[in-house]
Structures are given as C-alpha cells and as structure tokens.
C-alpha cells in the first residue's frame, strides 16, 4: 500500500516568514495530493491539492510542488500569520476505484506573533 | 448543506463495553470513509464504503471492528469489547464519487475508553 512520509514534525517561524512542509510517496500510481489543516480539536479541512497533470498550484499565499520522477511534494506558506498556528497533514491517493487517502504523520506549525 | 454529522462527539466505555459511532454523510454523497487518529498522531485510514458495500477494509484491526453503510440510515463503525487501546479520535468523511478526490471530514467521534 501507499506510504507517505511527512517532516518536519512541527515547525516555528516568526510571523512573516514563510513556512515549508516535504512529503514523500511511494507508490508510483498515486495521482491526487491534497493538503489538510487541522486546528485543535477541530475537523481537518482542505487547503489546497494538486493532481499529477501540473507540477505547481498556488492559492494567495498557499503553494504546492509536485515532482512525480522523484515522488515528493511541498507546501509552501509565505507571509505566515498567528492563524495559520495549526496541524497540516499531506496525503497521497489514487483518483480510481477507491479514493483512499494515505495521511502523513503531520506538521505542526507555530507562527509566533 | 449540513455536512458531514457525526454522533456521539464523545463517548465513554468501560473496558469490554461496545461503541457504536455514527456518520451521516453530506447530502448527495455516497461513499464515507473511515479514519481513526491517536492524540499526537496522523490520520489511519481503516475502511471505505458505498452503500450497502464495503470496498475497501485493508486499515481495520482483523477482530472487534466492524463498519456497514446500509441502504438507510447512516454509517455505523462498531467496536466490541474495547479496550484502552482504542480510545482515539474517529474521523468520518464522505465524498460525492470515487474520482472528485476531495474528503469532507465531520468534527469526529472521540472515544475513551476507561
């Protein structure tokens, strides 16, 4: 099955800086990557994901790369904000049959005022 | 659109106690899945069904856990006989198809067990 690997563990910056999270896959058949944000206590919700058809996506001040050859992805926050102060998970899954999404073991970032 | 609902929020057993959680998928969605999230811990991904079928249960322990999603009424995972092993935060999310890609996750169900 699909392994996903995710570092740093938890991450601080100063507010305004950007934050950088890597993930890798294993499995070469895996398509959809989508990124998830967890606040304390609170369902994860969708951030941003990225198919294997485009190598970048970005959302105001959200990115993600993707690199099928070498099976990692990142996401990339610039300008962090105190709110941004959340658990994000990356995720890995295959867009046919079943939709199974494979978790990394999550980043929690601080952003200190 | 009322989301993802999931009951109980919080729910306590005593060792060897059944629970039973409950997800109600958003309106229009068919496929639910199931996920179970230790404190300090990633999201296990445990099973997936559609209505009335189980198509993927390759995350769930072989023995005391068991999930269905019947033609009416919401998804049900059932654990028998739990033990402190399992107290956890469980995760329902449901997808309108298998192809859209993006889970829609309810607040959680989350178990101690005592």
């Known amino acids: 099955g699909e392994n996903v690997e995710q570092h740093p563990s938890t991450l601080s910056v100063q507010e305004g800086d950007s934050a950088v999270i890597k993930c890798t896959y294993s499995?070469?058949?895996?398509?959809?990557f989508p990124w998830y944000k967890q606040e304390l206590g609170k369902r994860p919700q969708l951030i941003i994901d990225i198919r294997s058809n485009v190598g970048e996506k970005k959302d105001q001040r959200i990115a993600v790369t993707l690199n099928k050859t070498a099976k990692h992805f990142s996401l990339h926050i610039t300008e962090t904000q105190p709110e941004d102060s959340a658990v994000y998970f990356c995720a890995a899954s295959k867009l046919t049959g079943a939709n199974n999404l494979f978790f990394g073991t999550g980043t929690r970032l601080t952003v200190i005022p | 659109n009322a989301g993802v609902m999931q009951n109980p929020r919080h729910l306590v057993r005593r060792r060897g106690q059944e629970a039973r959680l409950r997800c109600s998928p958003m309106?229009?969605?068919?496929?639910v899945y199931w996920y179970r999230q230790l404190p300090e811990e990633g999201l296990k991904f445990m099973v997936y069904l559609q209505k009335e079928n189980i198509i993927d249960e390759s995350g769930m322990p072989k023995e005391r856990f068991s999930a269905e999603f019947p033609k009416e009424g919401p998804s049900i995972l059932r654990i028998q006989q739990v033990v402190r092993g399992d107290s956890a935060a469980y995760f329902c999310?449901?997808?309108?198809?298998?192809?859209?890609?993006?889970?829609?996750f309810g607040e959680g169900s989350r178990l101690t067990v005592l």
């Open positions: 309106k229009g969605h068919s496929h």
């Open positions: 999310a449901s997808s309108s198809t298998a192809n859209t890609g993006e889970l829609f």
């Open positions: 499995d070469s058949a895996s398509n959809y």
